[in-house]
């Protein structure tokens, strides 16, 4: 069964620093571009960042840009959104998204369940 | 940034009943365009990808239609489990992916 598990969400002060991660399992992670997007609460999707199977291709949403950082690790089948100097409107469910294959023009499936990331002093 | 939006923004309507979602896009994405469900707490499903493909799994009560700026979500006999707030996604200028704002179905 294709799985992923994101982790590492909580409550930090303005300014501060997370790190989430996102487990993937039951495909083979180093084949597929992966993404993160969020959710504030009550709000729409957005998407927030995505990094190409091999890492060579990484892009950011303009509101995260300078901010975030979203790396991988194949060996560990782990997907990885470092955010830093946060803001209360960054508050959101996070969730990573797997392209649906490894060609160009791709809709996302499956996402993780989510993981709450709260900004606030 | 293509922008996405989506009409109703929220929709009442009763089981057995057949609703249409339309989400337009600022400019011709062809065919590139999903289709998510969303229930509270929990994660997008996938329902429809390239505008009209139905995901495995899906049933057959949704489909989807429309090209270039135009496009409809259709749920043909409402059940019980398809309220729930929809979203369209387009594609089409990877990576600078953009969503509708969502279409709320409540039950009248």
């Known amino acids: 069964e294709v799985q992923l598990v994101e982790s590492g969400g909580g409550l930090v002060k303005p300014g501060g620093s997370l790190r989430l991660s996102c487990a993937a399992s039951?495909?083979?992670?180093?084949?597929?571009?992966m993404n993160w997007v969020r959710q504030a609460p009550g709000k729409g999707l957005e998407w927030v960042s995505s990094?190409?199977?091999?890492?060579?291709?990484?892009y950011y949403a303009d509101s995260v840009k300078g901010r975030f950082t979203i790396s991988r690790d194949n060996a560990k089948n782990s997907l990885y959104l470092q955010m830093n100097s946060l803001r209360a409107e960054d508050t959101a469910v996070y969730y990573c998204?797997?392209?649906?294959?490894?060609?160009?023009?791709?809709?996302?499936?499956?996402w993780g369940q989510g993981t709450l990331v709260t900004v606030s002093s | 940034a293509i922008r996405m939006t989506q009409s109703p923004s929220s929709l009442s309507a009763s089981t057995g009943d057949r609703v249409t979602i339309t989400c337009r896009a600022s400019?011709?994405?062809?065919?590139?365009l999903a289709w998510y469900q969303q229930k509270p707490g929990k994660a997008p499903k996938l329902l429809i990808y390239a505008a009209s493909t139905l995901q495995s799994g899906v049933p057959s009560r949704f489909s989807g239609s429309g090209s270039g700026t135009d496009f409809t979500l259709t749920i043909s006999c409402l059940q019980s489990e398809d309220f729930a707030t929809y979203y369209c996604q387009q594609y089409y200028s990877y990576p600078q992916y953009t969503f509708g704002q969502g279409t709320k179905l409540e039950i009248k």
């Open positions: 400019q011709g994405i062809s065919s590139y």
């Open positions: 998204a797997r392209d649906s294959s490894s060609r160009l023009y791709n809709w996302f499936d499956p």
């Open positions: 039951g495909f083979t992670f180093s084949s597929y571009s």
């Open positions: 990094i190409s199977s091999s890492s060579s291709y990484i």
